[in-house]
């Protein structure tokens, strides 16, 4: 069992920058992959990114590549997402989420377990 606890969102404006953490209970954090998705007002859910267990692989949506960047402290059982030049379009509620699957992954029904999420808000 992994339980996930997302912090770091907040209110920011158009262009500014936010760190979000997720924090996962557990010994076994080193062995599952990580993501990040997102979800705006009326809209379906997202991916956002993904890191391998390593964190050798990582993937990202098109619409946060080269702003965004996931990393992890398996030490820490932390993962981030740096959010870099953020956008009014980048406001969502942002869920963090742990795949016990080999490899990384972008489809959210590969994951197994989530957090409560954190709301970002970025101002125009």
């Known amino acids: 069992q992994v339980q996930l606890v997302e912090s770091g969102g907040g209110l920011v404006q158009a262009g500014g920058s936010l760190r979000l953490s997720c924090a996962a209970s557990?010994?076994?954090?080193?062995?599952?992959?990580m993501g990040w998705f997102r979800q705006a007002p009326g809209k379906e859910r997202e991916f956002v990114a993904t890191?391998?267990?390593?964190?050798?692989?990582?993937y990202y949506a098109d619409s946060v590549k080269g702003r965004f960047t996931i990393s992890r402290d398996n030490a820490k059982n932390t993962v981030y997402l740096q959010m870099n030049s953020l956008k009014p379009e980048d406001t969502a509620v942002y869920y963090c989420a742990a795949s016990g699957a080999a490899g990384i992954h972008y489809d959210e029904y590969d994951y197994d377990y989530w957090g409560q999420g954190t709301q970002v808000t970025v101002s125009s």
């Open positions: 557990g010994r076994t954090f080193s062995r599952y992959a």
């Open positions: 890191i391998s267990w390593s964190g050798g692989n990582r």
